[in-house]
């Protein structure tokens, strides 16, 4: 069964910093690309950073140099790293496969259940 399972949300402040989690089952993470992405209260759902097959990353560039994704192979699962978290990173955050284009995965991936992170003084 393919199943993304996803934890690591919270409040924080500005200037805090979260580590969030999403452990696959069903398919090994190092062999898909694996992206995050995030959907702020009435906005869309927009890509944040990707991390594919051959460990290349990318991310969105308002979070550039604050955020870091990465794999543990051994424990299956996809890490972002959210550091100098701005209030306007408020949103719930999903890990999904492919990377790309929400629309993407929605037709042929699977995604997480999401989970809610809001950066708050």
């Known amino acids: 069964q393919v199943q993304l399972n996803q934890s690591g949300g919270g409040l924080v402040q500005p200037g805090g910093s979260l580590r969030l989690s999403c452990a696959a089952s069903?398919?090994?993470?190092?062999?898909?690309?694996i992206g995050w992405f995030r959907q702020a209260p009435g906005k869309e759902r927009e890509g944040v950073s990707c991390?594919?097959?051959?460990?290349?990353?990318s991310y969105e560039d308002s979070v550039k140099g604050r955020f870091t994704i990465s794999r543990d192979k051994a424990k299956n699962t996809v890490y972002l790293q959210l550091n100098s978290l701005k209030p306007e990173d408020t949103a719930i955050y999903y890990c999904?496969?492919?990377?790309?284009?929400?629309?993407?995965?929605?037709?042929?991936?699977?995604w997480g259940q999401g989970t809610q992170v809001t950066v708050s003084a």
């Open positions: 999904a496969t492919p990377c790309g284009k929400w629309e993407e995965i929605r037709a042929n991936g699977y």
């Open positions: 991390i594919k097959r051959d460990g290349t990353t």
């Open positions: 069903g398919f090994t993470v190092d062999d898909y690309h």
